[in-house]
Structure formats: structure tokens, C-alpha cells
């Protein structure tokens, strides 16, 4: 610990005891560290992945330039988060729903510690079951799929036979941010006034209309705001990707073959252990673009979830 | 609602109560909704048993028929209204029974596979020299164990202490970016931080360096905001009546703090951090960037490769060698012990906040 400080008291002020300088200076101070670590974050990430920046196009991996590397891996990433978010956030706040409106009260709680452990499974556990379990199930639905619904151009196949298919590593995210998302928006329902659904129910409306006239627009920031948050994370999902999705190829929009693009992060952990010199900053650099867009999305999450705790003081 | 007084076309027989209409006109019979699961249910266990269908088409065909029957007849006698509010129903809770389908699978996949290397010589033995069967996982729990432990002995202290500070000190700007980015870390990928961490020890100790430290410095990235927004939370119950009775008696503000918020929530404060530790000892990606993998025991964090339990798992599945299904079932052994230890985490953390929360009385 720094020695005491000797700077005298001023006049007519109580004198502040060398304690609670120490005490306040070191709590600040760890406050400033994380400021810190994180811009250090960005500082590390940009001087590591310069040489690849600064790099001719012949030197990267693929031999055609940095852009054209990161862009199949960048269009990946997006489409399997945002895929993963639209199957996620309706179901998401639906079993929110479930728990805060339908279950009973006595069994309620029990319910939200279920969908929570959920969200304590490793996601390694979660790529291993991915690829052993669930792949293999949908190897049937999407031959089925791309023989009577060919002509969308998710499903227009030729299917994968092992099924370790973009498809799957859709339904694993979607599967991993459900509880992320579910328990901010229940947080929300819970809070709903309780004046206005009593409000709701008593000129007559079903339980349904009650949630739709009051529960849902209470909730409508916390449930953009929580699908912000499982965005960031689908989009930094690693293991469960790396593991699950077996394909290698450009932009696609096919779903269900096995020439996908890998998603950023899942390209990093199957690279970087066997990858050295220049290929290494060219990860680092993905991992840049990755971080890059996962804090603007979080930044936008926060900032809005942020502006309905500024609403709530006037309830 | 438009007025409903409907003039009906016999007169009302005047003496019946409620002019002859039954008070459960324009309702469905009672239990008939259940009746009608069970009966969708039974039908769909029908089709399942006799006629041989595969499981999953018979319980989608069950529900979609209950849907279905009680959506029309509830709109048939007790009008649109009601109908949505049974079909609304009916959708929520079946969103809650599809979500536990994945939770009740992947439990049951890892504990039938895993279970088949529970013996003696996969918690004593390391990798050291094993090409087929055999081998244990001892170096990897315990590189799991000092990762982990390093990395909670970096980020308990600075998170509670930047919590202490948001809730006793904090005012203004700073305050405020730090709330902010505290909140904006926890979204930070577990890669990056990864990547992070391997940039900050390639500067100091050149290309290609492994070893167990930068994975806890790695963690300790993903773990101090988790431990941050529990620590604050739990210092925000704490009543500002104690904190001025403690000044009342010209206690200093750092002992107060020390003496009087700290001790009041601890309990809280345990649980966050336990499931902030749960929360980080099941990750995988930046130990595989930062730590590395190796086959013996290496217990020295400051050299060389350390391999813990989720790295293992992966890389026994990912390059299995020779004899595949001896590799496979370390790896869902691993991925086993890994779910427990999680599973204990969460649970114990319950349970402090159960057992040490303060008496109120």
C-alpha cells in the first residue's frame, strides 16, 4: 500500500484522516484500471494486428488482401447471429411471458433458476452436443427441406450429410442466448406497474390483452435492448460455432451445405494454434473487426436499456 | 366497448334468475382444455407406439391438434376474444416446454457419455505417454484449478473495490464511464479477450508465448465485470440508515465502509463472485489461445503450456489420434467433470446467499 499522503487540511473543513485517502484512492484507482484494461484492449489489439494491416495482399493467408480475407468470415458471423436472434427473442420472450404471467407464483422462481442453468452450461459442452446430438437429427428435415422448399435460398442445398451445417450452429446460438435475453426481459415483466394490468383486468380484458396493453409496452426497450445483448454475444460465440460447423467457403446464404463461411471468432480457434508470423496478425486483426462490432452493439443495448432505468423514475 | 344491450327476441322468462340464461353460457365446460391435451396427448402417444412414427412429429402433431381443437371450439362458443387468450396461452407455454427440450438433452447426452471413464485412473493420471485407452485428466483439473484461482485473485480485489468506489465515492463523469464501460465488458467475446491477452505477453515475452498466467489475465477480463455488477448491486441494498449511524459516531468513512457495508453484504457479494468464477471456468476459447495444451503436469503458471479441462475436452475431440473412441470418451468425461464443477458452483452460490443473508431482524 502507498505511504500516507502529507497534504496539510485546509482551513474550516474537517480534516480528512490518511485512511480514507488510501481507501478512496485505491477503490478509484481500480475504477481507472478498467477504463485502463480496456483501452488497452483496443491499443494491444491494434499494435498486434498493424504488420497484418500494413501487409501486401500476397503475404495474407489466401493470397488475396486483408479485405477480401475477413469479409466471408465477417458475412458469417452476422448471418448466423442474427439468424440465431430472430429463432431466439420470440421464444425468448415468450418463456419470459411464461414465468412472469402464466406459472404459478409457488413455482415461478423455481422456473427462472431452470432456464438460468441454461445459461451456465460451458459452451464447449454445448459444441460437443451440437455435433454429436443435434447434427445428426437434422440431417433428414434438411434433405426434406431442400427437395419441397429448395427454391428459398437458405435451403437450396445440396444438404450436408454429417449436418454440421450452418443450420445447426444457428440453433446452438439461439439455444445459448435464450437465457441471456429471457432473464433481462423478465426482469422487465416483473416491474411492469402492477396498477395497470389490475387496471387491464378489470374493464374486462383477457389475460392476453391485459399483457398486450400493459406488460408489452413497458417491456418494449428491455426486449430491443436484450436482443442487442444476445446479438453481442451469438456474434462472439466461439467453441459451440468452432466445433459444431464443419464447412469452408464464400458467401453463402445456403443454410444447410457444407460450403459456408466460419464465423470470426470460430476462424480465430481453429487457426491460431497451428498459425504463426503474418497469420497470426491477420487473426488478430478479425478479432479487432470482431471486437470492433461487438462494442458498438453493446454500447447501442446499454444505451437503450439505460434510457428506459431514466424513464422508470417517472412511474 | 359500444353499448351491448342487445334486445333479445323472446321476452325473458322473468321469474328464472339471470332471465333463464345459465351463468356459464358463452364459457367452455370446465376441465375442457385439460381434457382436451390429454386426449391430444393420448392420440399422439398412439400414433408414436402403434403406427411407428418417430417421437418428435407425434408431440408436434399433439400439440398443433390441441391448438387447433381448442382455438375453434373456444371461438365457436365463447368468441374471438377468449379464443386468443387460449391460443396465446397455449403458444407461451409451449415456447417454455421447447426450451427445456435442449437443457434436459445435452444434460442427459454428457452425463450417459461422460460417465463411462468415471474410475480411478482418469482423476490420478495425466496424458504423459497415453496413445489409446487410459490416460486421466489430472494435470488438466488442476490447471483449470490455478487458472481459475489466479484469475479470481485478480479480479475479486479490483472489482470490489471499483464497485466500492461507484457506490461510496463515485460522483460526476468518471462515475458514469465507468458504469458505462464496465457494463460494455461484459459483452467483450471470450476470444478477444483471449487475443488481448496474448498481444499484452507477446510484447514483454515475444511470439508465441503460452503459458497459464496470460489465461488468467484473460479471464480476469471476462470476470471483473461480472464481479463489479454483483458487488455493486449488493452494495445498493445495503441501507444508508447504517451508514449513518456508523458516521453518528465519528467513524471514518473507510472503516464504515470496512466495518459496517462490507460485512453487511457479504453474502451477496460471495454468491456474485462464485458465479462469476462458475461463469469463467467452463471457457475454452482464450485458454486455447493463451495457455495452450500439453500432456504432463505443468503447476508452474509462469512457464510453458497448461493445459485445463475444457482445452482437453476439445482437443481430445478435434484430433482424437489413432484410437477415436478412447479420445471421445475422455473428452465427454472431461466435458462431465467440467459440468459439475459449474453445476456445484451455482449451486453453492445459492445457497451462501440463502444461508448468509443478513438477518433482518
Given at each position: 500500500m502507498a505511504s500516507t499522503t502529507e497534504a496539510p487540511p485546509r482551513k474550516n473543513r474537517v480534516p480528512r484522516r490518511p485512511g480514507d485517502r488510501i481507501f478512496a484512492g485505491v477503490s478509484t484507482g481500480s475504477g481507472v484500471l478498467i477504463l485502463v484494461a480496456l483501452a488497452g484492449v483496443a491499443v494491444f489489439l491494434v499494435t498486434e494486428a498493424w504488420p497484418a494491416l500494413t501487409a501486401s495482399a500476397e503475404e495474407i493467408p489466401g493470397g488475396?488482401?486483408?479485405?477480401?480475407?475477413?469479409?466471408?468470415?465477417?458475412?458469417?458471423?452476422?448471418?448466423?447471429?442474427?439468424?440465431?436472434?430472430?429463432?431466439?427473442?420470440?421464444?425468448?420472450?415468450?418463456?419470459?411471458?411464461?414465468?412472469?404471467?402464466?406459472?404459478?407464483?409457488?413455482?415461478?422462481?423455481?422456473?427462472?433458476?431452470?432456464?438460468?442453468?441454461?445459461?451456465?452450461?460451458?459452451?464447449?459442452?454445448?459444441?460437443?452436443?451440437?455435433?454429436?446430438?443435434?447434427?445428426?437429427?437434422?440431417?433428414?428435415?434438411?434433405?426434406?427441406?431442400?427437395?419441397?422448399?429448395?427454391?428459398?435460398?437458405?435451403?437450396?442445398?445440396?444438404?450436408?450429410s454429417t449436418g454440421r451445417t450452418m443450420f445447426v450452429a444457428i440453433l446452438v446460438l439461439a439455444v445459448m442466448v435464450l437465457p441471456i435475453i429471457t432473464a433481462v426481459v423478465r426482469e422487465a415483466?416483473?416491474?411492469?406497474p402492477q396498477l395497470h394490468q389490475e387496471a387491464a383486468l378489470a374493464i374486462g380484458a383477457t389475460r392476453w390483452e391485459m399483457i398486450r396493453m400493459a406488460a408489452l409496452p413497458f417491456g418494449r426497450s428491455s426486449i430491443i435492448g436484450a436482443s442487442m445483448l444476445g446479438l453481442g454475444r451469438a456474434l462472439g460465440e466461439t467453441m459451440a460455432v468452432a466445433m459444431v460447423l464443419s464447412a469452408s467457403g464464400g458467401v453463402s446464404l445456403n443454410l444447410i451445405s457444407s460450403d459456408n463461411p466460419p464465423t470470426i471468432a470460430a476462424n480465430i480457434a481453429l487457426q491460431f494454434p497451428e498459425s504463426s508470423g503474418i497469420a497470426i496478425n491477420t487473426l488478430i486483426a478479425s478479432g479487432l473487426v470482431l471486437f470492433a462490432i461487438t462494442l458498438a452493439v453493446n454500447m447501442i443495448a446499454r444505451a437503450v436499456i439505460n434510457r428506459r432505468k431514466d424513464f422508470d423514475g417517472a412511474n | 366497448m359500444s353499448t351491448s344491450l342487445t334486445t333479445p327476441e323472446q321476452d325473458p322468462d322473468l321469474n328464472a334468475p339471470l332471465g333463464g340464461v345459465s351463468l356459464t353460457a358463452g364459457q367452455l365446460p370446465r376441465g375442457a382444455a385439460p381434457a382436451t391435451l390429454v386426449a391430444a396427448g393420448l392420440a399422439g402417444?398412439?400414433?408414436?407406439?402403434?403406427?411407428?412414427?418417430?417421437?418428435?412429429?407425434?408431440?408436434?402433431?399433439?400439440?398443433?391438434?390441441?391448438?387447433?381443437?381448442?382455438?375453434?371450439?373456444?371461438?365457436?362458443?365463447?368468441?374471438?376474444?377468449?379464443?386468443?387468450?387460449?391460443?396465446?396461452?397455449?403458444?407461451?407455454?409451449?415456447?417454455?416446454?421447447?426450451?427445456l427440450l435442449p437443457l434436459v438433452s445435452v444434460i442427459v447426452t454428457v452425463v450417459s457419455r461422460g460417465v463411462v471413464r468415471f474410475d480411478a485412473e482418469f482423476f490420478s493420471y495425466s496424458m504423459v505417454g497415453v496413445s489409446g485407452e487410459g490416460g486421466g485428466i489430472y494435470h488438466a483439473m488442476m490447471g483449470t484449478l490455478i487458472i481459475t484461482g489466479l484469475a479470481a485473485l485478480i479480479s475479486v480485489p479490483i472489482g470490489m473495490l471499483t464497485a466500492i468506489y461507484l457506490v461510496e465515492y463515485g460522483r460526476g463523469k468518471l462515475a458514469k464511464a465507468i458504469t458505462f464501460f464496465v457494463d460494455v465488458m461484459t459483452g467483450i467475446p471470450s476470444i478477444v479477450a483471449g487475443l488481448f491477452a496474448y498481444a499484452l505477453f507477446v510484447m514483454i515475452f515475444g511470439p508465441?508465448?503460452?503459458?497459464?498466467?496470460?489465461?488468467?489475465?484473460?479471464?480476469?477480463?471476462?470476470?471483473?465485470?461480472?464481479?463489479?455488477?454483483?458487488?455493486?448491486?449488493?452494495?445498493?441494498?445495503?441501507?444508508?440508515?447504517?451508514?449513518?449511524?456508523?458516521y453518528a459516531l465519528a467513524v471514518p468513512k473507510w472503516r464504515t465502509i470496512v466495518k459496517v457495508v462490507l460485512p453487511t453484504a457479504l453474502a451477496g457479494i460471495a454468491t456474485g463472485v462464485t458465479l462469476a468464477i462458475a461463469r469463467v471456468i467452463g471457457e475454452t476459447a482464450p485458454l486455447l489461445v493463451t495457455a495452450g495444451l500439453t500432456d504432463g503436469d505443468n503447476f508452474d503458471p509462469f512457464e510453458g503450456r497448461m493445459t485445463t479441462l475444457s482445452v482437453f475436452s476439445y482437443y481430445e475431440y478435434q484430433s482424437p489420434g489413432l484410437f477415436a473412441e478412447a479420445a471421445y470418451d475422455r473428452a465427454w468425461g472431461a466435458a462431465l467433470v467440467l459440468m459439475i464443477i459449474v453445476m456445484v458452483l451455482n449451486l453453492v452460490a445459492r445457497a451462501i446467499s440463502k444461508l448468509f443473508a443478513p438477518k433482518t431482524r
Open positions: 488475396e488482401g486483408l479485405v477480401l480475407y475477413i469479409w466471408p468470415l465477417l458475412f458469417g458471423t452476422l448471418i448466423s447471429a442474427v439468424l440465431a436472434l430472430v429463432i431466439a427473442v420470440p421464444l425468448a420472450v415468450a418463456i419470459a411471458l411464461f414465468i412472469t404471467h402464466y406459472a404459478p407464483r409457488s413455482i415461478a422462481r423455481a422456473l427462472g433458476y431452470i432456464i438460468d442453468l441454461l445459461a451456465a452450461v460451458p459452451s464447449i459442452i454445448f459444441g460437443l452436443w451440437g455435433m454429436n446430438v443435434l447434427a445428426p437429427i437434422t440431417v433428414d428435415p434438411a434433405s426434406w427441406l431442400s427437395e419441397h422448399l429448395g427454391w428459398i435460398p437458405f435451403f437450396a442445398g445440396p444438404p450436408s415483466f416483473m416491474q411492469t | 402417444l398412439l400414433l408414436w407406439l402403434l403406427a411407428d412414427w418417430a417421437i418428435v412429429p407425434c408431440a408436434l402433431l399433439a400439440a398443433a391438434a390441441y391448438v387447433v381443437i381448442v382455438y375453434t371450439w373456444s371461438r365457436a362458443v365463447e368468441g374471438p376474444r377468449k379464443a386468443t387468450d387460449r391460443f396465446v396461452t397455449a403458444a407461451v407455454s409451449g415456447a417454455f416446454l421447447l426450451a508465441g508465448v503460452r503459458m497459464g498466467f496470460a489465461g488468467a489475465v484473460a479471464l480476469s477480463v471476462l470476470m471483473i465485470p461480472t464481479v463489479v455488477r454483483s458487488t455493486e448491486e449488493m452494495l445498493k441494498l445495503v441501507p444508508n440508515e447504517l451508514r449513518e449511524a456508523s
